[in-house]
């Protein structure tokens, strides 16, 4: 069973940067796709960022030219730098890895004060 463990979140003001890590307990090599969820207080859960086994990358339209989707194959770890935050970015964040099965953090809170 992967876990997947979120970290760095927290509060900032507008324009501030945050960056986000999610360590997973084996390695993410596995997984097709690994990336970065969030869910605003009663709004559906909606994707943030992607990044596939190729490196390849898809972001949100609304978070383009703002956030970053790395990761780190030996540390088996997910990035998202967040730049320029916004108030709109407040959310809770979850981590998603897609392979054979899918799996989820249990999220960490961004909190973005205008």
């Known amino acids: 069973q992967v876990q997947l463990v979120e970290s760095g979140g927290g509060l900032v003001q507008a324009g501030g940067s945050l960056r986000l890590s999610c360590a997973a307990s084996?390695?993410?090599?596995?997984?097709?796709?690994m990336g970065w969820y969030r869910q605003a207080p009663g709004k559906q859960r909606e994707l943030v960022a992607v990044?596939?086994?190729?490196?390849?990358?898809n972001y949100a339209e609304s978070v383009k030219g703002r956030f970053t989707i790395s990761k780190d194959n030996v540390k088996n770890t997910v990035y998202l730098q967040m730049n320029s935050l916004k108030p709109e970015d407040t959310a809770v964040y979850y981590c998603n890895a897609e392979g054979v099965s899918a799996y989820w953090g249990r999220g960490t809170q961004v909190t973005v004060s205008s």
């Open positions: 990044i596939r086994r190729s490196g390849m990358t």
């Open positions: 084996g390695s993410i090599f596995m997984f097709n796709a």
